[in-house]
């Protein structure tokens, strides 16, 4: 890739945070990150009974420490609950409430199912190719950080 490519790709970086930035506003004290955590945590109780912290930093590949604190943010504001286990009280599992569930619905499943209408010219294999390529332009940008 030439230099000015990767200039383009940076603008195109920079147009896409925008692009984010548009995403509807959320109620108060509710984060871009809680709606993530959620989206998470439902993502994986539909593929194991049971959730923990270790889970969802492994999925979102975040140090399990900042993981625990957004977590406890989010039970602080009722979208989670903590589960501890009666054979080890040290083992929590994370629960989302109904309250979780709502900004789901809200947030996640009715907005993105709105906008699919408006995105359907976009085709799965051109979007799998743009994901692809920021993920590889993250990892490089990443390294070059340390």
Known sequence: MTSDKIKEVMDACYLAKRV???????????TSSHIHYL???RQLESIKDK???????DVLGLPRPSVTKTI??????????KISTKEDGRVVY??????GKSLIDKYVDEYFTSLSK????????E???MIEVV???YVVMSKRKK
């Open 20 to 30: 984010r930035d548009r995403l509807p506003a959320l109620p108060g004290g509710v």
């Open 39 to 41: 989206d998470t945590i």
């Open 51 to 57: 959730v923990k912290v270790s889970d969802i930093s």
């Open 72 to 81: 406890k943010d989010m039970e602080n504001l009722g979208f989670v609950k």
């Open 94 to 99: 994370i629960q989302i409430t109904d309250s």
């Open 118 to 125: 408006e995105l359907s010219d976009i085709t799965d294999a």
């Open 127 to 129: 979007a799998d190719v």
């Open 135 to 137: 993920e590889k332009m």
